[in-house]
């Protein structure tokens, strides 16, 4: 490396702000690009009801509305339903529109095209769909059941089960202590403050440009034309800014094919927006899961055997969330060296909102689990949850570690990042405060939770293509096929390009989300884009400097070890001799395209410590603190990392207090809107204390792990049992998340018979 | 619907003028008839807050504000903001955002906040920003950003404090 300062690990504001904090980023809904000129707008009319067979379908007033070109049923399509994951039934397939049946509330029934977005709400209110309702299936053990079917054919509410043998009956033989205990990992909604938009114009090539909010274009196109049944040559598909996706915009929605496909059939470019309404029950959402965990051990603090029994909430049409146990399964036994582990998840459909990612995507299901689990065990034999935590992590001597789901540990540091977060939060003083608490007697008393825990990122594809060009002017191009949504991928892959040919950022452009540019990616998710996407940036203008010096040595008659590239030149050493990167482009084009394959996935891992504060008499839990150590090794941009360590943190937090996607015993939704999900604000929220720890993954030549859902999964079950121990001294051991004022009292006055 | 109302308003310094329907909201009268897009809608409830902006001067969420109602009123966007704004350029020192949905209603709801109380606690930035809803950063950076943006410094007004004598 021939740079003087290295720009990495340094807090380079972004240079996406400048835009962002004037005009405004540039969402689909935003886009006025020539081709969607004259643009149909798509009302979606939705089932108000959870499950029904369709009677009769009447569009006739609809079609007399003002404004309205066309009201499409599933009569007039030509396209098959769609299988929404490679792993789902066949049998469970979803229509476009509605065919005989409604599974969930809020599934598109009917298409509604109007000249003005207004004109579609008034027509679509005056479409007839008349319903014959049938039993709703919400409960997961109801579905289990199987006394109604969601689809006939399939023979059961069965979308998918992973186990590799029986349970073991003498799994807890050994074990002087064993605790079992049933526990929710409720439904939560991603709830991205950009819902979901698309727009598609056909050219008279025969190929369509379709605009969408997603987290990987390439893959959103390759779905889309499955389904579709076109080559996915004719989608030019192009993510513009996305307004957050936190795993819920992996790939494509049904609704963007039908937008694809209605701007060809009506041969006018269509668009469509959805309402928070539409989101809330339209997205797919995370979670869901219903959890039996036994664990056991000795006395002295041993856990010797966990087992882990999951059943999971696909939705109505399986999608991405049927398969996320398979993760939860993978990483049962979170941080610790447990010589016994088993783990079992059957996933069910029911008559409410699909399932898919969301910010941990079934790790936080797993870190919950085993955390709680933890903290039983510790309450059981009468020992610190920390001691417990610290006597059965993996000791660091040990990595690469498989662990007993079958995944290889990178590198760890797990009893040294709990002994952290232990001492930067004063975590005996703490303890102190709470008996002093507890001691009066107080109103207002103190939790302390702690958690440990280990993830999976960069788990879902090794590989990333990057391309690195100069240009003559000296400006610089990266391609990649991550594709941000938030997390500043401009700034951070600019950092990595500038790192070798000393350009400055401000003179790299990196472009994403266009398949036509960028025919190849994987996009962003599971924390991935940092270490494959990143490195490929990385490496490709490592060989860029490489080839740049090979160039100008013949230029320059020198050797290539005389010659170093900084400042967006290759100079001769101790001379003023030399040539610019962009002279060097004028005589002949200077790319270089690279993929980076990381081979493995990576695992960060932390240990955080929350303090709440609970008032007794309302049951009402306030996180007064917490304290957060995420070791995803070195960092490259400290600003943006911290950021996305404080979004999860936030939305671990919000799912222990707050957040739970609820519906009603007939399948309708009760928190459809943000009036009604408790999405928390700036008031609900303390400032985070974050503590840095860097052990670096052997896996890619910067070390760097996926830091993007750590905060979410280690804040969640942190901030969990900070609540359940502000009230452990009144004998409460469990409270199911959300830990909402109510459930908080109930407990109470269940653990004391109401005499507390 | 059938009649049109005819409306007025200054947007960012600039005189608009259209014939509108009476239900047209304000946000889309800005997205849709003026032209600004930074704008945002992100909810149908008045809960997210994305789509705030100043109504001469008083930050209001244009998603329950009906075009007729602004009539003859003076609106800023975030568009009509100076450029090195200390709000926004506290938002970018700071990073105070990140997917940038929320972000030109959190700036204005800021800088309407700032107008009614120039030094405000970290409390009362975070109570004032309330009906402002960011996904992304957990508010930590947001909270942050509006603090010096007051000319504080943001480390020192969201120090915990001590728990001595508690």
């Known amino acids: ?466 391309s690195v060009e100069v240009h003559g002017d000296g400006s610089v191009t990266v391609l990649t096929g991550t594709s941000p949504h938030g997390q500043g991928h401009a700034t951070a892959w600019a950092m990595l390009a500038s790192e070798h040919l000393g350009v400055p950022i401000e003179k790299i452009t990196v472009k994403h989300g266009d398949t036509d540019l960028i025919p190849r990616g994987a996009g962003t998710m599971g924390s991935r884009s940092l270490q494959t996407g990143g490195v490929a940036v990385y490496n490709a203008s490592s060989e860029l400097a490489e080839l740049a010096r090979t160039r100008a040595a013949d230029l320059l008659e020198a050797s290539v070890d005389d010659l170093v590239v900084a400042d967006g030149a290759v100079t001769v050493k101790g001379t003023d001799k030399g040539v610019t990167l962009g002279e060097l482009a004028q005589r002949e084009q200077l790319r270089v395209d690279t993929v980076f394959d990381s081979g493995a996935a990576s695992f960060p891992f932390g240990a955080h410590v929350a303090v709440v504060e609970l008032d007794v008499e309302s049951g009402k839990a306030v996180v007064d603190r917490i304290f957060t150590v995420d070791d995803a090794g070195p960092v490259l941009n400290p600003l943006l990392a911290e950021g996305q360590r404080h979004g999860g943190i936030a939305q671990g937090i919000a799912q222990a207090l707050l957040e739970e996607v609820v519906w009603d015993a007939d399948g309708n939704p009760l928190t459809a809107t943000f009036a009604d999900y408790a999405f928390p604000s700036a008031a609900e929220m303390p400032s985070f204390s974050l503590i840095e720890m860097e052990t670096p993954t052997p896996l890619n030549p910067i070390g760097a792990k996926g830091i993007g859902e750590a905060g979410t999964i280690g804040a969640t079950p942190a901030v969990q049992s900070a609540v359940i121990d502000a009230v452990a001294h009144l004998g409460v051991r469990h409270i199911d998340m959300p830990t909402s004022p109510l459930r908080v009292w109930e407990a109470i006055n269940t653990a004391t018979g109401g005499q507390s | 619907m059938s009649a049109t109302v005819k409306v007025d308003m200054t947007v960012n310094g600039t005189g608009t003028s259209a014939d509108v329907e009476p239900r047209l909201l304000l946000a889309h009268y800005l997205r849709d008839v003026v032209g600004l897009k930074a704008t945002n809608i992100g909810c149908d409830t008045t809960s997210c807050g994305a789509c705030t902006v100043l109504v001469d001067g008083e930050s209001v969420k244009s998603c329950t504000v009906l075009a007729v109602q602004a009539d003859g009123t003076s609106v800023t966007t975030m568009e009509g903001l100076e450029e090195a704004h200390p709000v926004t350029a506290a938002f970018r020192a700071e990073h105070g955002l990140q997917c940038g949905f929320c972000t030109p209603g959190m700036v204005m709801a800021s800088v309407g906040l700032l107008s009614e109380n120039p030094t405000p606690t970290e409390r009362e930035v975070r109570e004032g920003l309330e009906g402002n809803l960011c996904r992304c950063t957990g508010y930590h950076n947001i909270v942050r950003a509006v603090l010096a943006a007051s000319g504080q410094d943001p480390q020192a007004a969201t120090a915990h404090p001590s728990r001595s004598g508690a």
Not at chain 1, 184 to 192: G, H, I, Y
Not at chain 1, 250 to 261: M, N, Q, R, S, Y
Not at chain 1, 299 to 310: C, E, K, P, S
Not at chain 1, 370 to 387: N, T
């Open chain 1, 1 to 466: 490396m021939c740079v003087l300062m290295s720009i990495m690990g340094t807090r380079v504001v972004r240079i996406e702000d400048p835009v962002f904090l004037s005009r405004g980023a540039t969402y689909t809904d935003d886009l006025t690009d020539e081709r969607l000129t004259g643009a149909l707008h798509l009302t979606l009319v939705r089932s108000p009801i959870a499950h029904a067979r369709i009677t009769n379908i009447d569009t006739s007033a609809a079609s007399e509305s003002p404004g309205v070109v066309a009201v499409i049923t599933n009569a007039d399509l030509d396209i098959t339903p769609a299988v929404l994951f490679a792993m789902a039934p066949k049998t469970m397939a979803r229509p476009f529109l509605a065919a005989d049946k409604v599974r969930f509330v809020g599934e598109p029934v009917a298409a509604v095209l109007t000249e003005e977005a207004y004109q579609g709400q008034d027509a679509a209110d005056l479409v007839e769909v008349d319903y014959d309702p049938l039993p709703a299936v919400v409960d997961m053990n109801t579905a289990l059941d199987g006394d109604v079917l969601l689809f006939e054919e399939a023979g059961s509410n069965l979308a998918g089960a992973l186990q590799d043998a029986e349970f073991d009956e003498h799994l807890f033989d050994d074990c002087e202590v064993v605790v079992t205990q049933e526990m929710v990992n409720q439904r939560l909604a991603a709830a991205p403050l950009e819902g979901r938009a698309a727009a598609a114009a056909w050219g008279d090539d025969g190929r369509v440009t379709l605009w969408c909010s997603t987290q990987n274009a390439q893959a959103a196109r390759d779905e889309i034309a499955g389904w579709l049944g076109i080559d996915p040559a004719q989608i030019h598909l192009i993510a513009p800014d996305v307004g957050g996706g936190f795993g819920a915009k992996i790939g494509a929605d049904p609704e963007f094919a039908l937008v694809t496909w209605l701007a060809k059939r009506l041969d006018r470019p269509v668009k469509w927006t959805e309402t928070r309404s539409e989101n809330m029950t339209g997205m797919v959402q995370g979670r869901g899961q219903l959890q039996t965990v036994t664990i056991g051990g000795n006395r002295d603090g041993d856990v010797l055997a966990y087992r882990i029994d999951v059943i999971a909430d696909a939705g109505a049409y399986p999608r991405l969330g049927m398969f996320l146990p398979f993760f939860t399964r993978q990483m049962a036994p979170g941080v610790y060296d447990i010589p016994k582990v088993e783990s079992r998840a059957r996933m069910v459909v029911t008559t409410t909102t699909s399932t898919g990612a969301y910010r941990g995507a079934g790790r936080p299901e797993a870190t919950a689990a085993v955390e709680r689990a933890m903290d039983l065990f510790a309450a059981e034999i009468g020992m610190d949850p920390a001691e417990v935590r610290k006597r059965n992590v993996v000791a660091p001597d040990k990595f690469p570690f498989t662990n007993k789901g079958g995944v290889v540990y990178d590198s760890g540091e797990y009893a040294k990042a709990i002994d952290t977060v232990l001492e930067a939060s004063g975590y005996a003083g703490l303890r102190a405060e709470q008996a002093a608490r507890r001691e009066r007697g107080d109103v207002v008393q103190l939790g302390i939770g702690v958690s440990a825990y280990v993830e999976i990122t960069g788990g879902g594809a090794f590989s990333e293509d990057a």
